[in-house]
């Protein structure tokens, strides 16, 4: 079939078509490679015969991306080294195919186009996957209409709307689903909506942060914990979170504490829109206690709230030292490596010594959760006896004020050893 076309880009599909071992990251295994703009017509096959196994996020962008194709006039040739029973059951054929659903009893894609087909048909799709763990189905339906519901709000995907993809193993009792679209990608929905040089890492690392989407700055109605929220769910049910926009990809992990917080890696490729994928533990979880600590957490409630002390301005009294945090992009304190020096060299000697700190944010309009923990933690683990008592806040906006006590609930609750 290859010879018999001329003038063709190509696309290999390696053997699997997955995600990294962490389950955080794009999918490994395959090469989006079109050597002439101007090609009709692309081919997908298989490197290595045949496609073992299609993780969801890689069924969803594939599905995407050929749509995508379509919309210009392409044609999605689909070679037969591509054509395994694997690549049928996952929903990758169908996907490929430019089909609004596919796949088998336990992985499904489906293609949501209006909010109201979503509405309509999303409850039944999580149902027929999940009927044997009905105690996964909550959390399924609340991060998969999350997620969609970003696509409607900020892809501007011209009508092509969502594609998504769930899969269930039985023998890990492990849900995996993504969401992926071809629209603008998240640095573009960002950006417009804030003062400052944002480049597409910081764009994405706010898009992270609760209260913060496009939707929350413009008007105030959308409150803009979607991805904070979906990604918080996840680690809670020891899981993982993963976003890929333009040529970044945002890795969050209950693995391992160090990855608790989302990390940017850049990828070899670029991918025009938006693609999440999440995994989560299935049975014998319950996520109703989680739900609502996630809840307090953006509220700033916890455990320890009541103990962090928040002052609108310094008292200047001589007995306590005064730190001063500063903004590093615009009006916001961004920098993981700088809350780490910060909180290395200048604030742990003070607490070691015994010293009281003011930690002053005075014209910080927002601190990110990753500058808060990176900042916080390491005091309240190495700051020596009674610590959060000889530390107060200055100046923090109440979008500043959740990230802090984020960082000291999580400081008072796990431990890293």
Known sequence: MLNSVSNMASITIRRAVRIAETLAGPPEGWHLEQREPSTSAIVVRCAEPPVVFAEPIAVAMLGAWATYQRTLGREIIIDPTLQSPSAFRSGLLSALAGRTTGGAANSRFFRL?????????????????????????????????DLIQNVFDHARTNGAGAFCAIAFDKRTSRVRLAVADCGQGIPATIKPHYEGDLDNQNSLLLALEPELSGNSARDGVNRGVGLYFVRRLALAASGGFCAVTEELSARASAHSPSDFVPRIVALPHRWQGTAVAVTFKAIGAEYSGPMQAIKDEIEGRGPRYA??????KSANAPDWQRVKIDSDNGKFAMDRGRATALAQDQILPLLRLGAKVELDFTGVAKATQAFCHALIVPLLRSGGANVLGRLQFVGCSP????????????ASTTDDA
């Open 113 to 145: 186009v209006t909010e109201q087909e979503a509405q309509d048909k999303l409850p039944d799709y999580v149902e027929a996957m999940l009927k044997s763990a009905p105690e996964a189905e909550q959390i399924a339906l609340y991060c998969l209409s």
């Open 307 to 312: 103990d962090i002390r928040f002052f609108k």
């Open 399 to 410: 979008r500043t004020r959740s990230p802090i006590c984020f960082a000291v609930n999580y």
